[in-house]
């Protein structure tokens, strides 16, 4: 006679009514299981972003950061930004921690052309690479580097100052705020193209750079328009030339180098905001499609223009192109300017 009362006897009536217990029980488990573990990305973002700068606070690169973070969180539903100043290297510090980072989304970065094309043609070994290290995210728009100087400084001309310099080889200085960066590459581009020496005096950022010139510790610099530009305006400054092939926006009054008798002198600093390589898809199409709609804003474009950055209306695949079209200009002016990173 089968016993009837053992649960592992197939006719056992309960064996038989636990069965479809047992698999509900097993399949809400590994729903709830999988519902823990899996939908990380459909969430994002779930912490907040932190948004690099490799500058001191106050200069242009962080300036222009801190509207991008502003504007980014209005079109990225539940999001907050969170601005981190790294400073070093000619932002080669910052550049490099970036491209180390988790390719999650929440590290972004907001640099220029001294980040992705100068660094590289100056430096034998940097810690990233400027096309396979980041994804772009999103063009930002330009800005023009100034030539500019202390109100005391015998020179309120390009002309009255290439003919000083002339005068007293290698003599001068020229200050920039970092080896490295758009203003050093502009300066030394000054004094090739018009065949001056001067000693280059490299900061540690713009804000620290402009405070020395304003005090008079240094008689010539090389800014952007943007920290130059209100400067100037309250008369602390004056700027001899700007470095674009068109007038600034901002210093409208001011001639470019090339008006001034350095013909087709063309130099601007260019920003894009950039990811780790590795982002996923679905995070990365938020990223780009939140910067996107930020951009199209008159709000934002506004607040970019009123500090003199024009915006480039530019998809993110522009970011490689530039790279690769200004990166071998920028090797080729290393070499003929003798440049270092000293």
């Not at 991008?68 to 907050?80: F, K």
């Not at 790294?86 to 970036?98: E, N, S, W």
């Amino acid at each position: 006679m089968k016993d009837r009362s053992n649960p592992t006897n197939p006719t056992n009536p309960r064996r038989t009514t636990l069965r479809p217990l047992m698999r509900a029980c097993a399949a809400l488990a590994a729903s709830a299981f999988a519902g823990l573990c899996s939908p990380a990305f459909a969430a994002f973002p779930e912490k907040p972003i932190t948004l690099v700068i490799p500058y001191t606070p106050g200069g242009a690169a962080d300036v222009v950061g801190r509207i991008i973070a502003r504007h980014l969180v209005l079109h990225l539903p539940g999001s907050s930004v969170v601005v981190e100043n790294k400073p070093g290297a000619g932002t080669v510090l910052a550049a490099t921690a970036v491209a180390q980072a988790r390719p999650d989304g929440y590290t972004l970065f907001y640099s220029g052309n001294t980040t992705y094309t100068m660094n590289p043609a100056l430096r034998a070994r940097i810690g990233f690479d400027p096309i396979r290290s980041y994804e772009p995210i999103g063009m930002i728009g330009t800005v023009p580097l100034a030539i500019v100087a202390h109100p005391s400084a015998p020179a309120d001309t390009l002309a009255k100052l290439i003919a000083l310099a002339k005068q007293k080889p290698g003599q001068m200085t020229m200050a920039s705020f970092g080896a490295g960066t758009s203003s050093h590459f502009v300066g030394e581009l000054f004094k090739a193209q018009s065949g001056i020496s001067m000693v280059h005096v490299p900061y540690k950022g713009s804000a620290p750079m402009m405070q020395d010139l304003i005090g008079g510790q240094i008689p010539f610099a090389v800014d952007t328009t943007l920290a130059a530009g209100p400067q100037a305006q309250a008369g602390r400054i004056k700027v001899l030339a700007v470095s674009s092939p068109k007038r600034a926006i901002n210093l409208p009054d001011v001639p470019t180098l090339a008006e001034s008798g350095l013909p087709g002198f063309d130099l601007t600093a260019w920003g894009a905001l950039v990811a780790p390589r590795g982002l996923p898809a679905d995070v990365r199409g938020a990223l780009v499609k939140s910067l996107a709609a930020a951009m199209a804003t008159p709000a934002m474009r506004e607040d970019l223009r009123r500090v003199g950055i024009e915006v480039l209306d530019e998809p993110p695949s522009a970011y490689e192109a530039r790279v690769n079209r200004e990166l071998p200009a920028m090797r080729a002016l290393v070499s003929r300017a003798g440049m270092s990173a000293d």
